[in-house]
Structures are given as C-alpha cells and as structure tokens.
C-alpha cells in the first residue's frame, strides 16, 4: 500500500477527486482502492434528488475493474442509477483508534475509498454469473450451497455497475503524531486496535436437523 | 429497539425520509436513532459540489441531542457546512451475514441511520466542552490524560453541530427469511456474526518508558 506519499498522479486542483486534508494520506493507485473496497461489504451511496443529498448505506462488491450495487429495482436509488444521475460512493473501515498526548492530536487509523460516476445496468444475460460473483463477496464460501435462482428474482434484482475512474482513497496508520515539545509528556500515546471477526455461526430457528454449514463457508467464518 | 414494525411516525409518502425498501425495519424513533450513530464512529456526510454528490468519511458524534462533526476549517466539507448547505449523513454497522437457501434471500444484519439537515458552527465558547465530549465519544476513557488545549488548537478545529430533526433508521436482526418451500431444502441458513473488538493498545514508539495506560482507556480498550 501506498501510504504517505504522494503519488505522481494527483488530480490538478479544484477537482473533485483531489485529496486536499492530509494529502500524505491519500493515494489514487488502483490497487489501494481495490484493497478498500473489498474490505467494506457496505458503501454510502449518495446522489441528487430534489435538491438534497442522499446518502444510502447499500451492499457492494468490486469484481473485477468494476464497483457494483445491488439492490431492489424500484427502490429511489436503483432509478437514480439506472436514469444515469451522478453518484458519490464512500466507504470506510476503521482499524484503530490513535490515542495521542494531547486531545487535538487524537486521530483514527481507518482506510477510505470515494468513487464518483454514473451506473450503467447490468444486463439480463449478464446477471446470473455477476449475482454470483457478488454474493460470493458478501458470503464468501457460500456458493456451492444455493437452491439455482427462480426467474423471478433475476428480475427482481437490481445489480448495477459503476467504472472505477475517479476516485481517491486516503490511509491513516501507525502511531499519533504529537508535538516533539509533548513527546516527554506523562500522558499515554499509542493505537488501541479495532478487530473485527466473524463469530460463531448460528443456524436458522427453521432449519431442518442435519444440515452442516459448508466447510467453505465454516472456514471464512471461523472466529 | 422497534425492530420489525411500523411505529406511527412514519413520514408522509414522497418525504426523503420515508423508508421505502422493507418498511418493516424501518424506525424514525429517537432512541433508536442515537443508539445506531453512538454504535458509529464514522458518518458518510454528503453535500453537492459543482452538481455533484460528494461524501467524506468523517469522525462523527452525538452528544445529547445533536450530531456533531469534526474537521479541519479549511475544508471543502466544512465551508460547505459553514455556509450552510444542505447535508446528508448516513452511518452504517454491520452486524452479520445473513446466509439463506437462496442466494436471493441472503442478507446482511445491519443497524443504518440517515440524517438530512444543515449545520451550524459551534461558537469558539462552546468549543473547549464539546471537543470534550467528542474526543470522550470516540477515544472512550482518555479524557483525564491529555494536555490543556492550545488556544491555536481550538481555533484550528472545526465542530460543526446537526439537528436531528429529519431522519430514519433502518435495522435488520435475525434469521435469513427463506420461502416457504425452500425451508426442507439441504442447504445451510442461519447468521454469521461479525464481532468488533478493541485490541490489545499498542503504545507508541516515541514513549518514554513508565507511562501505563490509563485504567479508564484500559477498561474500554480490553479485548
């Protein structure tokens, strides 16, 4: 990862783009995004309606060189999308939180991604083999353990695709950046780490006895 | 929580807030709006620019009955905010994956919450007892071990207070909801959980030696 430097390809000022609160921290190197994206199963999805923002929390996935939303397809955000309006994506994961000397110089460590674009639909005859590519992200393991899909819920399903051309992404990590003159200060400094796991997978109040959960899906579930 | 129903509150058909995408997980009651943001340190806040929607990942807090964002006075985000454009800020936590017989039934567990309105700049009297609360609200436990502020600290700072007047929360819990034919299928259904921990703190390397780690940072920060 790319972090804390400042790559040769920053946009020119003024755009949108451009990383302007500690640009140490920001990277517009595609694997950095990439890296991102793929460790947040949920992004902010914002666009433009009656003059206010609207931000959605959505489900997401990156296949590929695309980013892709799934939703319902009558829902205020998949219309947006499909009549081509302007979208914002945001997504962020928290690692840590940067305990410093001083209060100002408290900070969080945390990788976040911005992609700006319009989504584009995906087609009928593309949907079965990308609707599995994005449950796979989202339930890693789970794919071998599907009933097929009825015709129905290809249809209704809204899966669009956005290009990932603009964007920025900005890292923070490692230690709290304090005055030199607190450093020999009687105050702790340090990162108090952010863990996420998944825990114990618990089966539904329905399911039939015997049934075992996939040894894929056991194996990306284990604390 | 008011998980699963519909409270009377629900907002006028057309209004931004009104949830439409499974209206029974919605919520528009206060307690369940300020246990979602306390439960996140990160708010999406999107403005427009230029005719586009923008979203920054930002440190966010609520303190009694306000949202409260924190940022650098320079930025795009906070002039928008100072000049009192309209905003948007969406939060999101992921509390599990929701693994059904179908493919099309998987989902996630979430606690959402979006929130429209415009800000107002905390007055420099304000601040020094608000950057408190903020910086309790994110680093839990550290307020007895900082310096004083500096008072080009406090000016360097910006804090910019939301009402929480126009919102909705959206929250999923429990068992994937499988069709009624597919529950005697062999496939596994039930939740995976995901656990977020605080680690074990990490000090920093520039510390001197004999500074332990308060017990009230201790206490929140234990795994």
Redesign the interface.
């Known amino acids: 990862m790319s972090n804390n430097t400042i790559d040769t390809t920053v946009p020119p000022r003024g755009d ?1 783009r451009r990383v ?2 500690s640009p140490n921290r920001a990277s517009y190197e595609r694997d950095d995004l990439y890296a991102v994206l793929d460790a947040c ?2 992004g ?1 999805v ?12 959505t ?1 997401i996935a990156r296949i590929d060189d695309h980013l892709y939303l799934h ?2 397809p ?3 955000l998949y219309k947006a999308l499909s009549a081509g309006e ?7 994961r ?1 690692d ?2 940067v ?6 110089h ?1 900070s ?1 460590n ?1 990788r ?1 991604a ?1 992609v ?1 674009g319009t989504g584009v639909l995906v087609t009928d005859e593309e949907k079965p083999a990308l ?2 590519s994005f ?1 796979d992200r ?2 890693p393991g ?2 071998n ?3 097929p ?2 015709t129905k ?1 290809l249809k ?2 809204a899966l669009v695709r956005l290009s990932l051309d603009e964007y920025s992404v900005k890292i923070r990590t490692g ?2 950046i ?1 005055d030199e003159e ?27 006895d015997g ?4 040894d894929e ?1 056991l194996a ?2 284990k ?1």
């Open positions: 949108k302007r609160q199963p949920i902010h914002s666009f433009i309606h009656e003059n206010w923002p609207q931000s959605v929390p489900a939703g319902h009558k829902s205020r302007r979208v914002c994506v945001s997504a962020c928290v840590g939180l305990k410093a000397r001083s209060a100002f408290c969080m945390y976040s911005v700006f609707l599995d449950t989202l339930i789970s794919l353990d599907f009933r899909y009825l819920e209704g399903t230690d709290p304090d607190d450093i020999a200060l009687h105050h702790w400094a340090g990162v108090i780490p952010i863990e996420s796991s998944y825990g114990v997978p618990v089966k539904s109040a329905n399911m039939l049934i075992p959960i996939p899906l990306q579930a604390p």
